[in-house]
């Protein structure tokens, strides 16, 4: 022996037993009729010939199990070994053959009291025949006498023949016919030994051996545990009985003794039955294996394969036997069966269109009616495969090509066509075929049927086409939309997905689209999804993820659960919009708001700061004492009212440059002359602070091509504010310098500085870098737009420098130089108030106090004034006064100023009045409006004297 066979020779039982797949492997449907018959023919042949039991039972076993071999193991005297007592099949030859007990397949069996499958047998056990080879075989353990003696086993010689389960059942099933032999073996070769032995007389002898052969069956018989033995007399009285018919019948020996018939357990319909059996007993001394159902003590009822027979004797004295096997579960197999065939039917018939037969090699040899009645054909059309003639042409290649591979491989068949009908037209079908095998496993014939699956092939087709036109929709939509299944992962993603975050098809939350939303966001978005898929509800959020520019980009998300038939969850369908303009734009929207409120509040504040001292003076000057410090009064009240017609003045240039309305009045000015009346404007801000100022200017001169009061305003304001934010005693620098065709002033101060956060939005409106109460309000937050609005309409621009928090501030202004130098234009000055001696002014305004102290103030350089407080009382007035120039309020009650304004234009009495508007608007809008009343000049409130004065001054004088 090699060495490669000696190694075979000794693996380990455990490496070839595969027991646990008989679990797995699928088992045939159970032939119950042809183990009834089996059992009915070793039933009747043990009552007639034990001897001959073995060997039946061998063939039977092969038979039913369609293996390649089979037989039965009993163990020898010396117990130290089997042999097999039968064989059949391709081992026939091995009968008698002794195997060790301890090298043996069915030593390992009995050992394990259980059913062993063992693949390859051979490689672990070299005793058993090498020729033909085993490739499975399956033991079964049988008792004798209480204890495990032997094994019935079926042997398979190639890979086509696998055993399953219900190989395992039928060796259980038929192993107690071995267990009967077997003792009534070992009664012969007891009879044998006695026989040896004997010394007595031939007749004492054969009489003995017959007592002891008689004993031996009958206890063999007794002893067995799946064959109930009833011993009766032929008048049906019985005698005596074994354990296992206790078992199946309920009662105990005594009360089957105590029965008064053998009949009497049947039911009442098998009673006849019993009793012909009997008769046909008395008759001739045996009868025909036969099935009855029998009464339990319970009375339930079961069914039972009775096989009885006589035993020697003469006359009616003559002792009946009848071998009783439990059937119930066969009969209830074969009434499922049944009733399965019948719904099979009660299917076929209400469920498929037709059903046929073809032989092994796939070719229609009989008629199937359904089939005709379907599509028209002719008796016999379809034979062969005239049945193709009833496919579509467009699908005759493809079903011929399934049906070759089918017949091929031996697979089930399962295809869908469309077929002609009889009334016209074509429908869809399914074809169902299915082999149907040969006891050697090759295929006798095919069953198949036709199912109509027209209706779901058109909605298939609406759905293919539905579903075209949701992917179409959804790959042009610029939303995002993606469905996710049961599990998170994504299993569509529109192109949206695609371009704008690299969202695609499989990928799961962790590790693939949640790691491109926003840290701050993806767990609390991934857990919202979980919950909605596992709740199957729809969910919303709004979260932030990384596009491909590179930001993060705003989404309003929702989804919603899918269902398909039958309303199963499908996942969810979800479509993000990008709001990350609209979420910027609220954002700012907010900002500006929460901005407008702090304007307001800090307008406010600007407001009552100079009207506080001009109320304290007007309470003073009520005093009897009052008249000592009117003059002070009056410088202060004149301040304060310069202060709040400053900050009405810088709304209204912001109003007019965000509206584009500002024009500018450019001329050639020198950059030195600009700076120095800024300087002038700001030193008492500067002085006030007893700051250090340095200025340091070029020495050529530098011209530009500007407004001289707007670029004022703007070095003013800038100066201004770096006094304001300044603490006391610092420092602030004012230098200039040509780069190339610009010029380049920086204001440079040591003061607070701009935190890093607020740099960017420092010329926004409203904005401002400081809340510092101990400062007070840092102004209306309007200055620095201003600057930068008034600047850009020069053509230059402006930019704000900070190292932070108290390290100081600096603003760089870039402006074009002018294309060359000219002559500076010459002003002419001087405006003072002409004495209004003679002329008659009447004040029309439903403010009291307004009206009585402008009648006042033109009363004080010579005029005749009169006042109305709405408009009808001044129409009055006008008709009695008739005066030169009315100073006309537009707000009021009732009549406003507009209307009377016509109804003067439109009196012929009032030729040549001159209409001045007094309000509070001072839009260009509002400026038309009462152009187009018929107003001669606008002023906003508060009133400017001296304009005032100089447009009345030039009202002709009467002769």
């Known amino acids: 022996m090699s060495d490669s066979e000696q190694e075979l020779a000794v693996l380990d039982i455990d490496e070839l037993l595969v027991t646990h797949e008989l679990e797995f492997r699928p088992a045939r449907a159970p032939d119950y009729a042809a183990e009834n018959r089996a059992l009915g023919a070793l039933a009747s042949a043990l009552a007639r010939a034990p001897e001959s039991v073995p060997q039946r039972l061998a063939e039977l076993l092969r038979e039913l199990c369609r293996a390649g071999s089979a037989g039965i193991a009993v163990p020898a005297a010396d117990g130290d070994a089997f042999h097999w007592s039968a064989a059949s099949g391709l081992l026939a030859g091995a009968a008698g053959l002794r195997l060790p007990r301890a090298a043996s397949p069915s030593g390992e069996a009995v050992a394990r009291g259980e059913v062993v499958l063992l693949r390859e047998p051979g490689r672990s056990f070299p005793v058993l025949p090498a020729e033909p080879p085993i490739a499975e075989m399956l033991l079964a353990p049988w008792d004798a006498g209480g204890e495990r003696a032997g094994t019935v086993w079926v042997a398979s010689h190639g890979p086509a023949c696998r055993f399953d389960g219900e190989d395992a059942r039928l060796l259980r099933s038929l192993s107690g016919f071995a267990a009967c032999a077997f003792r009534a073996t070992r009664a012969e070769e007891l009879r044998d030994i006695q026989r040896r032995l004997a010394d007595e007389s031939a007749q004492r002898v054969a009489a003995e051996r017959e007592l002891e052969e008689s004993h031996a069956i009958l206890q063999a018989a007794m002893d067995t545990e799946t064959v109930g033995l009833a011993f009766y007399s032929l008048d049906g009285r019985i005698l005596d009985c074994n354990g296992a018919l206790q078992r199946m019948t309920g009662y105990s020996r005594e009360e089957l003794r105590a029965v008064r018939h053998w009949a009497d357990l049947a039911a009442p319909e098998f009673v006849d039955i019993t009793r012909r059996a009997l008769a046909e007993l008395r008759a001739g001394g045996r009868a025909a294996p036969y099935m009855k159902q029998l009464v339990r003590k319970d009375g339930s009822l079961w069914w039972a394969m009775v096989a009885p027979t006589c035993l020697p004797g003469e006359g009616d004295t003559r002792k009946c036997i009848a071998f009783v096997l439990d059937i119930s579960e066969a009969r209830r197999a074969e009434a499922a069966l049944a009733a399965s065939e019948e719904r099979f039917q009660a299917l076929v018939k209400g469920f498929a269109q037709a059903v046929w037969e073809a032989d092994a090699d796939g070719a229609v040899r009989t008629d199937s009616p359904g089939w005709r009645e379907l599509t028209g054909q002719g008796a016999g059309e379809q034979l062969g495969l005239g049945w193709l003639k009833a496919v579509h042409p467009d699908d005759r290649h493809f079903v011929l090509r399934q049906w070759h591979e089918a017949l091929a491989g031996g697979a089930p068949l399962n295809a869908e066509y469309r077929v002609r009908l009889a009334n016209g037209g074509w429908r869809w079908t399914n074809v169902r075929a299915a082999p149907l ?7 006798g014939r095919w069953i198949g049927m036709n199912i109509d699956v027209d209706a779901r092939r058109q909605a298939e087709g609406a759905l293919r086409e539905s579903d075209g036109r949701f992917r179409v929709l959804a790959e042009a939509s610029p939303a995002l939309i993606y469905q996710f299944d049961d599990r998170g992962h994504v299993v569509y993603a529109n192109r949206t997905c695609q371009d704008m975050l690299g969202m695609r098809a499989g990928t799961a939350p962790e ?20 919950i909605a898929i596992a709740t199957q509800s729809p969910f919303q959020q709004r979260l932030r993820a990384r596009a491909a520019d590179g930001r993060w980009h705003r989404f309003e998300s929702h989804g919603a659960p899918l269902f398909g038939q039958g309303g199963a969850y499908r996942g969810h369908v979800g479509i993000s919009i990008d709001v990350t303009g609209a979420a910027e734009a609220e954002d700012a929207l907010r900002d500006a708001d929460r901005r407008k409120d702090e304007f307001l509040a800090t307008l406010a504040h600007e407001l009552r700061n100079p009207l506080a001292p001009i109320s304290n003076a007007v309470h003073l000057l009520r005093r ?7 003059d002070r009064m009056v410088e202060m009240v004149g301040r304060q009212v310069r202060q709040i017609v400053r900050l009405v003045d810088d709304l209204m240039d912001v109003s007019r440059i965000t509206q584009g309305k500002l024009e500018l009045r450019p001329e050639p000015l020198s950059l030195a002359e600009i700076l120095s009346m800024a300087v002038e404007t700001s030193m008492p801000a500067i002085e006030a602070g007893r700051h250090e100022l340095a200025v340091s200017l070029p020495e050529e001169t530098l011209m530009l091509e500007a407004d001289k009061v707007r670029l004022t305003q703007v070095f003013g304001n800038m100066l201004n504010n770096a006094a304001k934010y300044t603490d006391r005693g610092g420092r602030i620098w004012v230098g200039a310098w040509r780069e190339g065709a610009q010029v380049v002033v920086s204001v440079r101060d040591t003061g607070i500085g701009i935190p890093p956060e607020k740099l960017p939005h420092v010329f926004e409106m409203f904005a401002q870098a400081h809340r510092d109460s101990a400062r007070g309000q840092a102004g209306l937050g309007i200055g620095l737009t201003m600057v930068k609005s008034l600047i850009e309409l020069h053509g230059g621009s402006v930019e704000a420098r900070s190292e932070g928090p108290g390290r100081g501030s600096e603003f760089i202004v870039r ?17 003072g108030a002409a004495l209004l001696a003679g002329r008659r002014v009447l004040v029309v305004d439903d403010n009291g106090g307004a009206a009585e102290s402008l009648a006042l103030l033109l009363h004080a350089v010579g005029a005749e004034v009169r006042t109305a407080h709405d408009g009808p009382a001044g129409l009055a007035q006008a008709g009695e006064f008739l005066p030169q120039a009315v100073l006309l ?7 406003d100023g507009f209307e009377v304004a016509r109804r003067l234009r439109a009196d012929a009495r009032q030729a040549g009045l001159v209409i001045v508007a007094l309000t509070g608007w001072g839009q260009e809008d509002d400026r038309r409006r009462t152009q187009a009343a018929g107003f001669d000049h606008h002023l906003t409130k508060p009133v400017d004297v001296d304009a005032l004065l100089g447009i009345l001054a030039r009202v002709g004088v009467p002769a």
């Open 437 to 443: 095998r040969n006891p050697d496993g090759s295929i």
């Open 511 to 530: 590790e693939g689209w949640g790691v491109l939303l926003h840290p701050d966001d993806g767990p609390r978005y991934i857990e919202g999804v979980r």
């Open 624 to 630: 009897p004492d009052g008249r000592r410090s009117a």
């Open 815 to 831: 402006l074009p130089l002018a294309g060359a130098p000219r002559q500076e234009a010459q002003h002419g000055g001087g405006s």
């Open 889 to 895: 309020d537009l707000g009021m009650p009732g009549m």
